[in-house]
Nanobody, 121 residues
């Protein structure tokens, strides 16, 4: 079993920055994609940014140029640097990982519990 633990959420003024961190723990697994989703009140969960094990990245259009996703494969960790935050970025941010356990041929999706980002105008 793999567990994802996020940190770094909080309250920030519009235009400010936050850095989210997520680390995966467990035994005998490998990770392909890692990334961040967010869910605002009354809205569906949406992809924010994702990175693959070979370093490819993809971003949701509204965060392109403001958010940067990075990854430390040696620590099974993923980070999201969020700059120029806007009130519409406020949401619960969830860490995501596509994980293959040792001995399995398939990947499973794992989620963190979420970290709240609040942006005041």
């Amino acid at each position: 079993q793999v567990q994802l633990e996020e940190s770094g959420g909080g309250l920030v003024q519009a235009g400010g920055s936050l850095r989210l961190s997520c680390s995966a723990s467990g035994t005998d697994f490998s990770i392909n994609g890692m990334g961040w989703y967010r869910e605002a009140p009354g809205k569906q969960r949406e992809l924010v940014a994702i990175t693959t094990s070979d370093g490819r990245t993809d971003y949701e259009g509204s965060v392109q140029g403001r958010f940067t996703i990075s990854r430390d494969n040696s620590k099974n960790a993923v980070f999201l640097q969020m700059n120029s935050l806007k009130p519409e970025d406020a949401a619960v941010y969830y860490c995501y990982a596509s994980v293959k356990a040792l001995g399995n041929w398939f990947f499973e999706n794992f989620w963190g519990k979420g970290t709240l980002v609040t942006v005041s105008s």
